[in-house]
């Protein structure tokens, strides 16, 4: 298990790549946040990562989630990065202060009721299926314009978009894909580049990057 020194060491370490990554193209490093993915990592390299600054932090499960951060929460952004079940949509409301995996009418409906009832909302995504993957959420490119109007018709406020590219593909047209419906949208924020990639995802315009074993050193057996 990598030591508390070593998470800090390799956090720093991408952060000074996403600014080198910014900065060869032209933008801002503070306008790109680093999402640590904290799924399935043990509780002594989240606190090793809260203790090295970290703040931003990437879940997969609503349920996982709640009980690691039940104690942890003070200061924290939750992001929820998997898929949701509408039958967790109220759930997540409470929980999380940004969804990247709206990609469903019936998910939208859901929110929509939900924040309705609560008078309050996360900031919400749409993820995109840049590679059209039958095993993969997301809408697929062609239509994302129409979920995003019909979103924005249930008074749903989108924020942005986020990608999964697929594995076995360069990334990149991927990231210019999203990148370009994004600019039609007027979305100005990206989720895209993970681990192996998000200095590729930073040069097409990534405002947040969701980076785990590259910092955490892996994640342990269950």
């Known amino acids: 298990m990598s030591s508390s020194s070593d998470i ?9 790549r996403m600014a080198a990554a910014a900065r060869e193209a032209g933008r801002d490093p503070g306008d790109v946040t680093l999402v640590a993915v904290s799924k399935q990592q043990p509780d002594e390299r989240i606190d090793a990562m809260l203790a090295a600054g ?21 200061g924290v952004e939750l992001r929820l990065i998997g898929p949701l079940q509408t039958n967790k949509a109220r ?27 609560a008078g309050a909302a996360p900031r919400l995504y749409v993820q995109v299926n840049t590679g059209e993957e039958v095993q993969k959420a997301g809408v697929r490119p062609h239509l994302a314009d129409a979920f995003i109007a019909a979103c924005r018709a249930k008074d749903l406020i989108i924020d942005g978009l ?13 990231f210019a894909l999203l990148a370009k ?42």
């Open 91 to 117: 759930e997540a409301l409470a929980l999380f202060d940004v969804i990247e995996t709206v990609d469903r009418e019936s998910l939208a409906r859901t929110l929509a009721d939900e924040i309705q009832r």
């Open 162 to 174: 986020m990608c999964i590219p697929p594995e076995l593909e360069p990334p990149e047209r991927h």
């Open 54 to 74: 970290q703040r931003v932090f990437g879940e997969n499960r609503v349920q996982e989630a709640r009980v690691r951060w039940a104690d942890r929460r003070a």
């Open 8 to 16: 800090a060491v390799a956090r720093q370490s991408v952060l000074d």
């Open 181 to 222: 419906i994004a600019q039609r949208n007027g979305l100005a924020k990206l989720s895209m580049g993970m681990s192996a990639d998000y200095e590729a995802a930073i040069a097409f315009g990534a405002t947040s990057v969701r980076v785990g074993s590259a910092r955490f050193g892996g994640r342990l057996p269950r």
